[in-house]
């Protein structure tokens, strides 16, 4: 069965720091992958998604940025963190295939000082 | 995609059906009503979809009416584990397939 993995779970980080965090999906090739943030009291927005390796589109512009070295995984990432980059993170795949719901780790709160 | 519009917030007692609506007036035909929930402090789960067939799985029922134009969750036995942030989302099944998550009714399970 496919599983996604994220972390770390919660991470605290000062305004100025860079970031990376990490998700990988098991048990499937070629997925489409995403990148989700969540603001506190609000709904999700998408950040980036891949539907292969090297491929990135990004939906908004922001001080982060996303990659896909390998099949499987999907890093986001930022040089120097800002106050507004706190919220909760999700990764979300769905197979390439049409008509696929979407399934979601289970997410990395960020928390910016 | 369509936009869609929800209640903020609904009240089920357990062991009730709980009904959850969602208007999306503006769907086309080649959209999909999909539903998810998020219980707190966790990621989204996949709950259940359809296009405009009523579609049943172990978890819900979904019911589409004939125009498409708006839907109902159902939950047929409310448990408290069913408390969450329940989110109706319409989509276009080709392309970037990206999801566009509103502020979906927030669920409240009572005992």
């Known amino acids: 069965s496919q599983t996604i993995h994220q972390w770390p779970a919660t991470l605290v980080q000062p305004v100025g720091s860079p970031l990376s965090l990490e998700c990988t999906v098991e048990?499937?090739?070629?997925?489409?992958l995403y990148w989700y943030r969540q603001a506190a009291g609000r709904g999700l927005q998408l950040l980036f998604y891949?539907?292969?390796?090297?491929?990135i589109s990004s939906e908004v512009p922001q001080n982060l940025s996303a990659s896909r070295p390998q099949d499987w995984q999907f890093i986001l990432s930022s040089k120097k963190l800002l106050l507004s980059d706190s919220g909760f993170y999700l990764c979300?795949?769905?197979?390439?295939?049409?008509?696929?719901?979407?399934?979601f780790g289970d997410g990395t709160r960020l928390s910016i000082l | 995609d369509a936009k869609t519009t929800q209640p903020t917030s609904m009240d089920c007692a357990e062991g009730r059906a709980a009904n959850l609506p969602c208007n999306h007036s503006?769907?086309?035909?080649?959209?999909?009503v999909y539903w998810y929930r998020q219980i707190h402090s966790q990621g989204p789960q996949y709950i259940i979809h359809?296009?405009?067939n009523n579609e049943t799985n172990e978890m819900a029922s979904l019911i589409i009416t004939e125009d498409r134009k708006s839907s109902t969750l159902i939950l047929p036995h409310a448990t408290l584990r069913d408390t969450a942030v329940y989110y109706c989302?319409?989509?276009?099944?080709?392309?970037?397939?990206?999801?566009?998550f509103g502020t979906g009714t927030r669920l409240t399970i009572i005992p």
């Open positions: 979300a795949w769905t197979p390439g295939q049409l008509n696929q719901p979407q399934h």
């Open positions: 048990g499937t090739s070629n997925p489409n």
């Open positions: 891949s539907v292969g390796i090297g491929q």
């Open positions: 503006t769907i086309s035909g080649n959209e999909y």
């Open positions: 359809g296009l405009k």
């Open positions: 989302i319409v989509r276009v099944n080709f392309g970037n397939e990206k999801l566009t």
